[in-house]
């Protein structure tokens, strides 16, 4: 596939991804205000409109032909006003359309071939339209089907009648006929077409032939329609030339075939077209176009879209901003080695120091954009989850619903990609473990008969909190303390488990408490995938529930993966870099300051509550001067539910960092679970390791 193919793709694959997901998002509402508004069927009818034509040029036929369905019964529901009585039976066939695009869509995504098998889906639509039309006969039915009253049927004779363009298409361009059949179906969406000549462009390749050698014809009745549709040929790709045909009721007034560009031009003319920018295209093709009506304001709509002084937004290959950052990344690991070169130390460089303190501005500034650029709002995530809940209750028989809070709240793009998962996991154990079985029973425990699913997402500094809550039954910590006994899964007598702990269990590889397999839960998959991948984003999960009441789960995400602000610590001969967002403060203490526990333990008191402390010379086996604890410092750290002391020699001080991944050989170590992130070039060109702050603590108290 060459380069412009590619891209074409790209663009394909990412607009009718986005399509998709504004047509499950429309069914949603729609379903729940039990009819379509009229702006909700002309927005489902531009979809599957646009899905239709550009889906027949990359000659994916199975969802032009299913989209083309699609577009017919909404075609049917604007012309004549929607309809009151529509039941569920509709919005299930309409979701199953959505679930085929998502999937053939998949499948293009992975070079797998595509499904044909859309003879179900297309009957149950077609009954569906049947069931609306009463009494219109097939003819009818079928100049309504093609989007618009006998708009291919008319005779050479009626059409010089109208008014018309003439489209030339550049020479071995190729595929003309599926050219025309995108001309054909953006003007649609704009004006009303009267006809046009070749008949049958979209199934029919022989007409490329005719349209090489006598160009692809456009009538309109109306002149307003005629200059629409002459400023989105303008804009179209690979037209050479195109001309005006007046209609026979002006013959007789001198005009003819003709159009003027300037007051001295009387005779026909081509006019050379210059394709547009992908910018402009793409922003074109990124605004919505309502279908409109024949009455409705056309020109002004269509010179906003097309207006070239407009571009304010573009779509950007994700790998090219993995790259920006990833240059960015070495700019700020540079700029920190200039400035602190041993070569320059003790000289007094006035002008240096200067311009340093303005590169650093600069470096922030620059590092500072490039990230804003990877941020994106986790409302696309989110709203994907009402479709999980609106199926599971039809199939559970449960009735509940989504509450969204927060959707605006941004996180770095891959962030967004990894927690994806894991949310819908949380979404799907609450509907099918949380969510009580029946109405009746939320009514006999004093609940509203439908149950509430709360999705939330709120930024604190550096993180972002995402929060999965049910109104449901809550969770049995015994229950989950037994069947973790009897998977062998206990590391330490019942007793001596806290309720937090237990909960904790639910988290481990292999533990379901579900006893019958179901389509949705019970393989004991599930909530230690939605550990580990939030892991892997250097997230932390926590779970609370009260019995009777519900159960809620919190995921602290960073907002970002590259670049941190850190506190560089140092422990004898080595440096290590805390996350700053993870420390609470930094004191000295003395050997009267520290405390026991009944295993031995340090302990630290601070704001009337106690923490436990952890010497890192101690756990890393560092070999250090400092060792007692009027020679080092006390780092106050918490990341999530944990909280704790990190004793250490001294701070070296605050220094932006790049984290780099280490060698993917030392991960067989399980090092994550040690207390190492990752690690980071420091100015002088040494390596600082990155600690887990959570991994660390959980490592230190297991060796105690």
Not at 481 to 506: F, G, V
């Amino acid at each position: 596939m060459d380069n412009s193919m590619q891209n074409m793709l790209e663009m394909y694959l990412y607009e009718t991804n986005t399509m998709v997901e504004q047509l499950d998002e429309i069914l949603l509402n729609a379903e729940n205000a039990g009819n379509f508004s009229t702006d909700d069927i002309n927005e489902i009818f531009r979809i599957m409109h646009t899905i239709k034509g550009s889906s027949a040029m990359m000659q994916f036929t199975p969802l032009s032909n299913l989209s083309h369905q699609v577009e017919n019964l909404f075609y049917y529901m604007r012309e004549h006003g929607g309809h009151q009585d529509i039941g569920h039976n509709l919005f299930n066939v309409l979701f199953r359309a959505s679930d085929f695009f998502k999937a053939q869509v998949a499948h293009i995504e992975n070079n797998e071939p595509l499904s044909d098998n859309i003879d179900d889906l297309a009957t149950d639509i077609q009954n569906i339209l049947t069931g609306f039309q009463e009494d219109e006969n097939r003819d009818h039915m079928a100049s309504v089907s093609a989007g618009g009253e006998s708009v291919s049927g008319q005779t050479s004779q009626a059409n010089a009648d109208r008014s018309g363009v003439r489209i030339y298409f550049d020479e071995g361009c190729g595929m003309e006929n599926l050219r025309s059949f995108m001309i054909l179906t953006a003007v649609q969406e704009s004006c009303r077409i009267s006809s046009y000549e070749p008949a049958d462009v979209e199934k029919d390749p022989s007409t490329a032939a005719m349209i090489i050698e006598n160009g692809f014809t456009l009538y309109f009745d109306t002149q307003t329609d005629l200059h629409t549709a002459i400023s989105i040929v303008e804009t179209s790709l690979n037209v050479r030339t195109y001309e005006i045909l007046e209609a026979a009721a002006h013959e007789a007034q001198g005009a003819n075939v003709s159009v003027k560009t300037d007051s001295h031009e009387e005779e026909p003319v081509d006019r050379q077209v210059n394709p547009p920018t992908k910018n402009e295209l793409a922003e074109a093709q990124a605004m919505p176009a309502h279908p409109a009506r024949e009455d409705a304001p056309k020109s002004a709509a269509v010179a906003s879209t097309l207006s070239p002084g407009k571009q304010n937004m573009i779509s950007v290959n994700l790998s090219k901003l993995d790259k920006l950052m990833d240059i960015v990344g070495e700019i700020v690991i540079t700029e920190s080695m200039v400035t602190s070169s041993p070569d320059i130390k003790g000289f007094k460089l006035d002008n240096f120091t200067k311009s340093a303190r303005q590169l650093r501005k600069l470096t922030d500034d620059l590092q500072d954009t490039v990230m804003s650029i990877r941020m994106v709002p986790v409302s696309g995530v989110f709203q994907k989850m009402n479709r999980i809940v609106r199926d599971m209750s039809q199939a559970l028989g449960k009735p509940a619903k989504l509450v969204v809070i927060g959707a605006d709240t941004e996180v770095d793009k891959t962030i967004v990609d990894s927690i994806a998962d894991p949310i819908m996991h949380m979404v799907r154990n609450a509907m099918d473990h949380g969510i009580e079985e029946s109405a009746e029973k939320r009514i006999e425990a004093g609940k509203d008969p439908q149950g509430t699913i709360t999705l939330s997402a709120h930024h604190t500094g550096s993180e972002v909190i995402i929060t999965i809550q049910d109104d449901g039954r809550g969770i049995n910590a015994q229950k989950i303390l037994e069947k973790a006994k009897n998977n062998n899964l206990l590391t330490k007598p019942e007793s001596e488990y806290s309720q937090k702990e237990i909960l904790q269990l639910l988290l481990l590889p292999g533990f379901s408490t579900n006893e019958v397999v179901t389509e949705f839960s019970g393989r004991g998959v599930g909530m230690d995938v939605v550990k580990k991948n939030i892991e892997k984003v250097g997230g932390v999960v926590s779970i609370a529930t009260e019995v009777g009441k519900g159960t809620i789960t919190t995921l602290n995400i960073p907002l970002t993966l590259a670049i941190v602000e850190g506190m560089e610590i140092a422990v004898g001969k080595s440096i290590f870099t805390v996350p700053l967002h993870n420390i609470r403060s930094s004191f000295n203490v003395t050997q009267q300051d520290i405390i026991y526990d009944s295993a031995g333990g340090e302990m630290i008191r601070r704001m009337d509550s106690f923490f436990p402390v952890v010497r890192l010379h101690e756990f890393f086996n560092i070999p250090t001067e400092a060792t007692a604890v009027e020679d080092g410092i006390m780092i106050w750290i918490e990341a999530g539910d944990k909280s704790y002391c990190l004793f250490v020699d001294r701070l070296i001080g605050e220094q932006q960092v790049v984290v780099k991944p280490l060698p993917n050989y030392l991960y067989a170590f399980n090092i994550k679970n040690l207390g190492i992130a990752g690690c980071t070039i420091l100015g002088d060109g040494n390596i600082s390791i990155i600690l887990d702050v959570p991994s660390l603590y959980e490592a230190a108290v297991s060796t105690v």
